[in-house]
């Protein structure tokens, strides 16, 4: 692993681990960003299982976006993933911006989410 993979890892677990401080039980929603596509997940880690996910991948909005890899693309998930969760019974979520700086895509992805009806 090359020394800036080592760092992203020591920031992601640093998140990581201070969320489970203040999240009281409550499922988080994760955040991966690559250079083409954007992920989020809905985690409860008590039982250890995803509740709910959506990518730029999803057959649902591949023809809508024009690329995953844009703020527009993001917003579009964070809406998505808010809709899933509110019919999983999912209203609270703690964010884990997974050690990425919350910008761009990963602020349009939050926005995008509180937007669509989850509290956080």
Request: proline share 1%.
């Amino acid at each position: 692993m090359s020394n800036s993979g080592k760092l992203q890892a020591r920031r992601k677990q640093r998140v990581r681990t201070k969320l489970r401080k203040v999240s009281g039980g409550e499922p988080r929603l994760s955040v991966f960003r690559s250079s083409k596509n954007i992920y989020a997940q809905i985690i409860d880690d008590k039982q250890g299982r995803t509740v709910v996910s959506a990518s730029s991948l999803d057959k649902d909005l591949r023809g809508k976006l024009k690329t995953g890899a844009d703020c527009d693309a993001a917003s579009a998930i964070g809406k998505l993933i808010a809709e899933r969760a509110q019919s999983a019974g999912v209203k609270k979520v703690i964010f884990d911006r997974g050690g990425y700086l919350y910008h761009g895509r990963v602020k349009a992805l939050a926005e995008g989410a509180r937007e669509g009806g989850l509290e956080f």
